[in-house]
């Protein structure tokens, strides 16, 4: 049977539960996020495996970090884990669409199919899922709700929300 672990943390987005599987992080929910998972699956309260995932996000969050270097053990069918990995491939501060995604991934038609891969991604902000936006530049779909992902890109982006803060 693998460990499985949890911490919840703060951020300016509400708390993230960091769950890790055998010490790697494996999921981050959101308060209120779709698809979050029974928090009986979170396993035991144990900041142990979270170490750099929370230096990371507080880097990430205080403007100091770009780029995630984490291992992941990420659960997915063959294509969802190739679109995660293409997610992670989209610079921070820029955003691609859902068929330019799917245009790297060798299979223009299939939009809707990286839609659905990139609404199941395990660990969102690590893996920017939030970059992702509708084809005429819209901001579509997010598991952690689209307040969230509009201040999201705001931030990278070195701007300010709507209200006229990042947060």
């Known amino acids: 049977m693998p460990t499985v672990q949890h911490l919840v943390v703060d951020s300016p987005y509400d708390a ?16 209120d996020q779709r698809h979050r998972p029974a928090e009986e699956t ?3 309260r144990d900041a142990r495996p979270f170490g750099e995932t929370v230096r990371q996000l507080d ?3 205080a403007g100091e970090l770009t ?9 997915g069918t063959e294509f969802q ?12 501060g820029e955003t691609r669409s859902y068929g330019e995604l799917a245009e790297a991934l060798g299979n223009p038609g299939a939009s809707r199919a990286v839609g659905l891969a ?25 598991g952690g709700g689209l307040d969230r ?3 999201l890109l705001a931030f990278e982006a070195g701007g300010a929300g709507e209200e006229g803060t990042l947060f």
């Open 16 to 31: 993230l539960t960091l769950v890790a599987v055998d010490g790697v992080l494996s999921r981050i929910h959101m308060t």
């Open 42 to 44: 979170f396993g035991e």
């Open 59 to 61: 880097a990430y969050f």
């Open 67 to 75: 780029e995630f270097d984490l291992p992941l053990h990420l659960v």
């Open 81 to 92: 884990l190739r679109v995660w990995e293409q997610l992670r491939l989209i610079p921070y």
């Open 118 to 142: 990139n609404g199941k991604n395990p660990v969102s902000i690590i893996v920017p899922c939030h970059r992702v936006i509708g084809a005429a530049g819209s901001l579509t779909g997010y």
């Open 149 to 151: 992902k509009k201040r």
